[in-house]
């Protein structure tokens, strides 16, 4: 398998009018990063949701890491690092507790990136979660899902609600420092072209669950596409209409 | 089956309500026995439990407290205690953290599942003990260790039960104050027509009474055997309901 993400007609219903993922084909390379490009409702989280074997696809199908997306989800989430947009971590624990915690599910874990990357972010190890800001708990839902060394790191809007731009920073040195650089396949899926451009070259437009186009994040910048994921995504269906 | 990780994260979490429950049940069955005098009259209609617990400890406070308010407490407590275990993960948006972990969902069930029948068997045996120490110590007597043993049981297989309703409610509803509803409708519809007589006509233990050790047997295993098998059913719904959602 020389694909890290290959899927085929993935398609997810949640029932006849509501179809969150319409016939999507994804090829994503070993050590690429790739952006998932699309406005709020496009498909991107159910999208993400399939490709980790945390939803199955009402048709189609597609392997992740050479696991079968629908009978190997097991498999998969071993080699996987998930962030999510509003990283949820347990409250009532504290970080070093959160660490621990989080150890015991995998078979790998790399002790010494933890306390690098908590020192790194200026995060601090003894006070409880809940205590903590949305964009530190971001960076610690990052450092969690990168300590077992993943082949493939699915990234949803982790840092759209992030108020202050120096934690974004941090937040994308990291992933380029431990995944990009180091030639490990990163999927970052967002509604702001500022969070794709920062650690993509390439993206795919979703919209209305639907792969639009695949295209250079150079491109939108250069020739002065719309950088609102609603437009661009209007711009392209309007295109595709006028070829056909 | 059970996850290391997750069983102390649970622990934790159940932490203080637990020791909340356990102390005001400590406290009321302090109170009670107070409040009537140490000793109690019990109402005519208790045949029924003169099989729990021996013969010579009738009309004790410890009898009164094991038999009636023990039971009562135990099964609020094992509500208390599953209502929102599972929903509690989707309400708290933690669900997609645990879910992205390499675990099967049949395992989170589990795990939580023997962490709240574990706390249970903390909460019954516990205060089950420590009343009949003060018994003991009030002079009223210390219940033998058979009738201890078996009306403790009793009263945590009911517990369990309960717990396990209200765990599987959890995994149906994603809302903790509809799993927490459904489990208060369910049972106290097993305790009509008065929620505090449990063991009259049409209480869930009148229908119970129909088994061998209801009539004088004294045979622990046949509740044992009712409750695990009614806590398996309920677990098995759960796991089963749970693995089918789309979060």
Not at chain 2, 45 to 74: D, F, K, M, P, R
């Amino acid at each position: 398998m020389d694909k890290a993400i290959e899927t085929w007609g993935l398609t997810k219903k949640f029932s006849p009018k509501n179809v969150a993922v319409k016939n999507v084909y994804l090829r994503v390379s070993h050590g690429e990063a790739l952006g998932i490009f699309g406005p709020p409702g496009s498909g991107k989280t159910t999208l993400l949701k399939i490709l980790m074997g945390l939803q199955s696809p009402s048709s189609g199908g597609g392997f992740c890491l050479g696991y079968d997306l629908v009978t190997e989800s097991m498999q998969i989430r071993e080699n996987v690092g998930y962030v999510a947009n509003e990283a949820s971590l347990y409250d009532h624990l504290t970080i070093r507790e959160m660490i621990k915690f989080s150890r015991n599910f995998y078979s790998h874990w790399n002790d010494e990136l933890v306390p690098r990357y908590l020192e790194f972010s200026n995060l601090p190890t003894r006070i409880k979660i809940k205590k903590m800001t949305p964009e530190q708990k971001s960076l610690l839902a990052l450092i969690l899902a990168l300590a077992p060394e993943p082949q493939l790191l699915l990234l949803d809007e982790p840092t759209l609600f992030f108020s202050d731009p120096a934690y974004r920073q941090t937040f994308e040195e990291i992933v380029n420092l431990e995944m990009i650089s180091q030639g490990r396949t990163v999927v970052i899926a967002s509604r702001l072209l500022d969070e794709i451009k920062e650690l993509t070259e390439e993206t795919v437009l979703i919209y209305k669950g639907k792969i639009l186009t695949r295209l250079e994040v150079d491109r939108i910048l250069e020739d002065e596409l719309p950088s609102d994921a609603e437009e661009i995504c209007r711009m392209f269906v309007e295109e595709e209409k006028n070829d056909s | 089956m059970i996850h290391s990780s997750l069983w102390f994260k649970e622990i934790k979490e159940y932490r203080k309500l637990f020791l909340f429950c356990l102390l005001f049940t400590i406290l009321l069955g302090i109170i009670i026995p107070y409040y009537y005098d140490q000793v109690l009259e019990l109402p005519g209609n208790i045949s029924a439990w003169e099989g729990i617990t021996a013969s010579s400890l009738h009309e004790t406070s410890w009898l009164q407290w094991t038999s009636v308010v023990l039971l009562q407490l135990a099964v609020i407590t094992g509500i208390v205690l599953g209502f929102s275990s599972l929903s509690r993960e989707l309400t708290g948006q933690t669900l997609g953290f645990l879910l992205s972990k390499p675990v099967s969902r049949r395992e989170i069930v589990t795990t939580k599942a023997v962490v709240g029948v574990t706390l249970l068997i903390f909460y019954i045996f516990g205060t089950s003990l420590l009343f009949g120490l003060l018994s003991w110590k009030y002079g009223v007597g210390f219940p033998g260790p058979d009738s201890f043993f078996l009306s403790a049981t009793v009263t945590f297989i009911i517990s369990v039960i309960a717990y396990m309703t209200a765990f599987f409610f959890s995994a149906l509803f994603s809302r903790s104050w509809l799993s927490a509803l459904a489990s208060i409708l369910l049972w106290g519809a097993m305790f009509i027509p008065e929620l505090n007589i449990a063991y009259e006509d049409y209480g869930i233990f009148s229908a119970m009474q129909e088994a061998g050790f209801w009539l004088g047997e004294e045979n622990a295993f046949i509740p044992i055997g009712i409750g695990i098998v009614l806590a398996g059913i309920f677990y098995e719904l759960a796991v089963y309901t749970w693995s089918r959602r789309e979060y």
